[in-house]
């Protein structure tokens, strides 16, 4: 292998966009994907992939430095160029042939995947791989896929890149076109480990207290999407538990911790309900804020009226709450049973599924919930409308499902006692009896 | 890991037309080639694939380039080859290309036009603005919007996506305008200034919105580091609202009204961005009427309305950041003096504001804190500013400045600061008129007349002075420049003012006050108050002299009269030793009408018993002497029109006359006999009605007996009075030129004109006298008396219910020789009173007695009958009825008979007085002795006067 010098970017400056993109691939894979002999790529080398990676790949800046901008069919076009590399077709008969084939394929291909997108990555690169993804999910672009789960799990489920990542996958498919939902039924089957990354991003993102007047609700053909994903696929949520990363990634790297949906995706559970009366009651008080002259972002605009519709053709229905969440409620539980006693024999039931501590986290946003009712509730004594009487014992009952059957399978890992006294604090609440029941079993004696 | 691997069934397919389409688009790029097939491709990706979704809509991009391209091409050649319009078609392909694009993307919005129209709209703004940028010079060769829009509009590619935008923003317009109409505005500030038509459609579609919104957005922009008149977006904020405003005025007010509403409220939730808006809501606003002239006026027509010295000082408080914006107070104070003159409407409401601010309306609002002496300050710096700035802009052009012509249209708010008390707002009102008036003169009139009519009290009054003197150096002005060749005189101002005032029908101002302050001014003229050689006053009160004679001559309004008459007064009557004035006097037809209204007014004022009507009487008295001078045609008018109304038409009754039934009146009521009633009336069948067989001394047959005269109920006080007045007024108008020049006149000098009163002698002839022949100086025989016998009765019958006749005659008599042309009457009464006492036998009738001696008085008097038959007067009350008989027919008659009772018996003495020398033609015996031999028989009773007439 010869070495690669700074004359390699005078030969890229000799082609045009799309094909020194491609050429550039290659001199970053040489440069980034350790060769036979297993050295690690030196630091000089590292940089000088990076400036190829700026200049010839996501042109970003040019020759000189000043930056720089594709147009938008280019930023489709090396998409597209992306999306052929890693699914391994080869360029023309003369380029080298990609190392990313072959048994150490997957690893190759992950380290080139990494470099290219950082956990630094600029707000453009941020945007080309939306796009990428975003093609490589329309395409069924397995390769992609992986490395996009991969890279999702190392750079950590909730970081902001992979939430803007998250954000961008649900504008094109859930937000835009609709249409192309069709094409996401698959994904599991195709790409369990992204899929469960993406499920548990996406719970982050929206089960989340984002505004002080509750939680954004998740689009409603994402929440059809996600509780189909589930109930057909029990060890979906399980999958990034289930890979083994340490071969699949850059030599030397750590594998990171997966983080599985089931904690926030328990939270959208819990919470509709109480999401449900909040948004009637505030429908029935009048519009509360006018937009007049709030500059308020567009985006969070967008995403507040989308969810009011979904919640209103579920009002329509059903008054109280969307009846796809009893049915995701029951896909998580029925996956977490299906993990300790499995209906088909496996061999690996896996633990710490569920962490306590994110399990307790729903507590909070109940009890703050009932204490803001409880204020705005006119009558004296205060009290709770029958309305929100319903809707709490429904989040309470489903709070108590998942605990119960979290620590009954065993899958809660973390201090359970903090769980515990989490949700001894409801006590002041009206009182649930599941709930009281969950408390009692499993409430061990200090003493 | 390979591309044909099962799960990818459908990805081959996708992958295949991203291909295609990438290569297609990186050619098409370059060629400049369409295909359908691309565009088909492109929208299926459109639809299928999320992530092409940017590249997809550069592609439409260039697409709709090539398309608009290829359109201005055709219409370029339609036009070199002379066609005007433009009807330049597409291709079919092109055609349909458009429309699938355009139902592709339609869809999408409609779908979810939440998460599709900020795309799609920022998408297509983008584009028609680089379009039409990019073909605007091309195309259109004026600019003009109507033209453009034409252009566009009329292309099927830009329409489609014209109709997108439109249908983008009114998905948006609902939750995210701001954004919206951000965009809208950014990318006109980008291609300025041919994105304009897009506006104005996008506009007139939603023309509320998108003023709100683009005023929001514009008063961001323009806050916005204090950006202020240098912001980018100001010009396109501008143009768009300015092309709004012209089509859709009323929202475009009521957007202003509102953004400005909104500026003062004071909301709980105050964050210092919306404050810091709040507070540059106002110059923002200001700098668009600066820039455009219908803002302005759109700014003037609501909001300016709704501004009171309240919500001034509620501005003041945010006033503090608004010299940053403009560079200084002054830079300010300019653009504010320059937008004031420039507002075409609400110019009163201005003024008003600034008054209200510089010069409270009342004393009570005089400013005692520190805040509001500083507010006064700035309001008179202020309004002097702005009176400097429009005099300076009136004596360099010609233009017409809007904000004057909106005063003049409403020039009946400004006219009460005329009678302000507060001296400033008078003083800024005499400007603005002046101003005002340097452009159409009509405006001095109509503030002199306003003046006239509301004026209280001399201050003002004095602004009449001050309006005239204003306009005679405006008028020096207007006669330097030439402008209208046509300079108005003052007089010709106080004219036209005075004539309006008198038309006005405004029920609230009375015209007795309007004549009171003319009476005051003329009084200032005459004092030489006013610094005017020409009189203007005078002439004005002479010119509508017509007005004033129907107000003089109705009794509508006793008050009125008699402010007019003391105008008149003033105005005719010259103070002896005043110069003659240069003013001409009234003209003979005025004259006419002058003397026939004063002779009305004298006698509705001799029916008010009180001082008022006394002092009426003796105005009138005034007026007629001194139209008597100017005028003989006005003094017989007069004369005539005073006799007859004293003697018949008018209220003889106040003259003492005695109430009768007439011969008309018993004639009348017998008009509708009916011959068969007549016929079967019994008695003499050929007495009829009217004979004089059927009328007797007592009365008619048939109907009845005559009524006798009805006393007169009047007071003879009243009567004595009334008479003296009236004798007054006969006297006023004999007068003498004389009198005119006291320092000729010397003391015994007649101040009565003879002529005069000899006109009145034949007057008074003419009117009792019911012949004409006979009427003549000369005494017939007596038995030439027998022919006139009816006439005679008629006389004196006049006479005895006339007693204002006696007075009359009296006052000939005085003014000899005046008498003898009353012969006529005199030769009357002493046939009647012949015939009179013959007929009575021993008794003596008192009141035939009282006759008898009136009337040898007033030959006496009169030096008809010279001495010593002057005294039968006092004789007569001694003598029989018979005896009476024998003097009057031997004495005076004979006398009379033989000596014709001509002027030509008198002489002019020294003075210019006529008189009969008595001691030159006594009477003969043949007219005395019997004078003599009947005191001789009651010679106990007249020994005395005997002794003085015969014994000498």
Redesign the interface.
């Known amino acids: 292998m010869q070495p690669i010098t700074m004359s390699e970017k005078q030969s890229l400056r000799k082609s045009e966009f799309p094909a020194c993109a491609r050429e550039a691939l290659i001199k970053v894979e040489q440069l980034c994907v350790p060769q036979a002999s297993g050295r690690p790529p030196s630091a000089k080398e590292m940089d000088l992939a990076m400036e190829i990676m700026a200049e010839f790949i996501f042109c970003e800046v040019d020759r000189r430095g000043h930056s720089r901008k594709l147009t938008c069919i280019q930023q489709l076009q090396l998409a597209q160029l992306l999306c052929d590399y890693f699914a391994g077709v080869q360029f023309g008969s003369s380029g080298p042939q990609g190392a990313i084939i072959g048994p150490n394929g997957d690893t190759a291909r992950n380290t080139l995947f990494l470099s290219l997108f950082p956990p630094t990555t600029s707000k453009n690169r941020a945007q080309a791989l939306v796009q990428l993804v975003s093609m490589a999910i329309s395409t069924k672009n397995k390769p992609v896929l992986d490395s996009t789960g991969i890279w999702m799990q190392q750079l950590g489920c909730t970081s902001k890149l992979v939430l803007q990542l998250a954000e961008g996958l649900v504008k094109d498919y859930f937000v835009l076109v609709p249409k192309a939902v069709t094409r996401l039924q698959d994904l599991p089957s195709l790409a369990p480990h992204f899929t469960a990354n993406f499920l548990t991003t996406v719970a982050e993102m929206y089960g989340c207290p984002e505004q002080k007047d509750g939680f954004s609700p998740p689009p409603a053909a994402l929440l059809e999407v996600v509780t189909q994903w589930v109930s057909d696929n029990p060890r979906l949520c399980l999958a990034a538990l289930v890979v083994n990363l340490q071969p699949l990634l850059p030599l030397g790297s750590i594998p990171m911790a997966a983080l599985t949906p089931f904690a926030g995706l328990f939270k959208w559970c819990v919470l509709s309900p109480l999401l449900a009366t909040s948004k009637s009651r505030k429908a029935r008080g009048g519009t509360a804020n006018g937009s007049s002259n709030g500059s308020s972002d567009g985006k969070v605009n967008v995403k507040k009226e989308s969810s009011d519709n979904g919640l209103h053709n579920g009002d329509q229905t059903i008054p109280k709450e969307c009846p796809l969440y009893s049915r995701l409620h029951l896909a998580l539980l029925e996956s977490l049973v299906e993990n300790v006693y499995p209906s088909v024999h496996r061999t690996n039931s896996v633990k710490d599924v569920v962490s306590v501590q994110h399990l307790a986290s729903i507590v909070e946003p109940v009890q703050n919930w009932y204490i803001k009712q409880v204020m705005m509730s006119e009558s004296k004594p205060q009290e709770l409308t029958q309305e929100a009487h319903e809707a709490l014992e429904l989040a309470l009952d489903r709070l108590g499902q998942s605990v119960q059957v979290a620590l009954a399978a065993n899958c809660a890992y973390g201090n359970k006692q903090y769980l515990l006294t989490q949700l001894d604090t409801l006590k002041h609440l009206p009182e649930s009896r599941l709930l009281r029941i969950v408390l009692k079993t499993h409430h061990t004696p200090l003493f | 890991?390979?591309?044909s691997?099962p799960?990818?069934m459908?990805?081959p397919d996708?992958?295949s037309e991203?291909?295609s389409?990438?290569s297609g688009?990186?050619r098409s790029?370059r060629k400049g080639h369409m295909d359908i097939g691309m565009a088909r491709v492109a929208l299926s990706l459109l639809?299928?694939?999320?992530?092409?979704?940017?590249?997809v809509?550069?592609?439409f991009c260039s697409l709709f380039d090539d398309i608009v391209g290829r359109y201005i091409e055709n219409v370029e050649i339609a036009s070199q080859k002379g066609s005007k319009d433009h009807e330049v078609s597409l291709s079919a392909q092109e055609e349909t290309t458009i429309a699938e694009v355009h139902n592709v993307i339609c869809d999408?919005v409609s779908?979810?036009p939440?998460?599709?129209a900020?795309?799609i709209s920022k998408w297509s703004l983008q584009l028609l603005g680089e379009l039409s940028s990019r073909y605007a010079c091309r195309a259109t060769h004026t600019g003009v919007l109507s033209e453009s829009l034409q252009l566009w509009m009329s292309c099927r590619a830009t329409r489609s996506l014209i109709d997108i935008t439109t249908q983008c923003l009114s998905c948006l317009m609902n939750?995210?305008t701001?954004?919206c109409i951000n965009a809208l505005l950014d990318t006109c500030v980008a291609h300025n200034p041919h994105f304009d038509w897009v506006v104005a459609h996008v506009g007139s579609c939603f023309p509320r919105t998108v003023m709100t919104r683009v005023l929001?957005c514009g008063l961001k922009d323009f806050c916005s580091n204090q950006q202020g008149p240098k912001a980018p977006k100001l010009n396109s904020v501008v143009q768009i609202l300015g092309y709004l405003a012209s089509s859709h005025s009323s929202d475009m007010r009521r957007a202003l009204l509102q953004l400005f509403q909104w500026s003062l409220e004071k909301s709980k939730i105050s964050d210092a961005?919306?404050i810091h808006q709040q507070n540059s809501t106002v110059p923002f606003l200001l700098q668009l009427a600066n820039l455009s002239s219908t803002l302005l006026r759109s700014l003037s027509m609501d909001v300016l309305h709704t501004l009171t010295p309240k919500i001034l000082s509620q501005l003041a408080e945010q006033s503090a950041d608004w010299l940053a914006y403009y560079g200084g107070r002054e830079a300010f104070q300019d653009l504010l003096v320059h937008l004031v003159l420039g507002c075409p409407t609400g110019a009163p409401t201005i003024l008003a504001l600034i008054l209200d601010c510089a010069a409270p309306p009342s004393p009570k609002l005089i400013p005692t804190t520190p805040e509001e002496v500083i507010v006064q300050s700035n309001g008179q710096e202020f309004l002097e500013l702005l009176l400097q700035e429009l005099s300076l802009l009136l004596h360099q052009s010609d233009g017409n400045i809007p904000f004057l012509v909106s005063l003049r249209q409403e020039l009946k708010t400004v006219l009460p600061l005329l009678l302000s008390p507060m001296r400033l707002r008078v003083q800024s009102a005499l400007r603005l008129i002046g101003f005002m008036g340097l452009q159409s003169p009509s405006v001095f009139p109509i503030a002199v007349s306003y003046v006239l009519v509301k004026a209280e009290t001399e201050e003002h009054l004095s602004v009449v002075a001050k309006l005239l003197e204003n306009q005679a150096s405006t008028n020096g002005n207007i006669r330097k420049a030439n402008r209208t060749g046509l300079p108005i005189e003052h007089s010709n101002i106080l004219q036209l003012g005075l004539e309006q005032a008198l038309h006005k029908k405004d029920d609230k101002s009375s015209p007795v006050d309007l004549w009171k302050n003319l009476t005051t001014l003329l009084r200032w003229e005459r004092s030489g108050k006013l610094t005017n050689c020409c009189q203007p006053v005078l002439k004005a009160i002479y010119s509508t002299i017509g007005t004033a004679c129907s107000s003089l001559g109705s009794s509508v309004d006793p008050k009125l009269a008699h402010a007019v008459a003391e105008t008149l007064v003033l105005a005719l009557v010259q103070e002896p030793g005043e110069n003659p004035t240069s003013v001409t006097p009234p003209s003979i037809q005025d004259a006419l009408r002058l003397a026939h209204s004063t002779v009305s007014y004298f006698f509705m004022c001799l029916e008010d018993e009180g001082s008022k009507g006394f002092e009426g009487c003796q105005l009138a008295c005034k007026l007629l002497s001194r139209l008597s001078l100017r005028s003989s045609a006005a003094r017989s008018l007069a004369l005539r029109t005073l006799l007859e109304l004293a003697l018949f038409h008018g209220p003889t009754h106040l003259l003492g006359a005695k109430e009768l039934l007439n011969e008309e009146v018993l004639t009348a009521e017998e008009t509708d006999i009916r011959l068969m009633d007549e016929n079967l009336k019994q008695g003499l069948s050929w007495v009829l009605a009217q004979r004089h067989s059927s009328v007797f001394h007592a009365g008619v047959i048939g109907s009845g007996l005559r009524t006798l005269n009805i006393e007169n109920t009047t007071s003879p006080v009243l009567i004595q009075r009334n008479i003296q007045l009236f004798l007054d007024a006969v006297r006023s108008c004999c007068v003498s030129s004389a009198i005119l020049d006291p320092s000729t006149m010397e003391p015994g000098m007649p101040t009565l004109s003879l002529d005069t009163v000899i006109s009145v002698s034949l007057l008074l002839v003419e009117l009792i006298s019911p012949d004409v022949m006979y009427n003549g100086l000369p005494w017939p025989d007596e038995d030439g008396c027998k022919a006139t016998v009816e006439r005679d009765c008629s006389i004196r019958r006049k006479l005895e219910q006339l007693p204002i006749l006696w007075e009359l005659l009296w006052f000939i008599a005085l003014q000899r020789p005046a008498l003898c042309y009353c012969s006529v009457l005199l030769r009357a009464v002493t046939a009647t009173l012949i015939a009179q006492w013959s007929s009575c036998s021993q008794y003596r009738n008192p009141g035939l007695l009282s006759t008898t001696v009136k009337l040898l008085s007033l030959l006496a008097l009169g030096q008809l009958l010279p001495s010593p038959l002057s005294s039968l007067r006092d004789v007569v009350h001694y003598l029989k009825p018979q005896e009476i008989v024998q003097v009057l027919q031997k004495c005076v008659w004979n006398y009379m008979r033989d000596n014709v009772p001509a002027p030509a018996l008198f002489s002019r003495d020294s003075h210019g007085n006529m008189w009969r020398d008595s001691t030159q033609d006594l009477p003969g015996p043949q007219y005395t002795e019997t004078m003599r031999l009947l005191m001789l028989a009651n010679i106990e009773d007249l020994g005395e006067l005997y002794a003085q007439l015969f014994d000498n």
């Open positions: 890991m390979n591309p691997m799960p990818m459908k990805g996708l992958m991203l291909r389409f990438i688009a990186t790029a639809k299928t694939l999320p992530a092409s979704r940017e590249a809509l550069e592609y999408f779908s979810s939440e998460a599709w900020p795309i939750f995210d701001e954004s929001s961005v919306t």
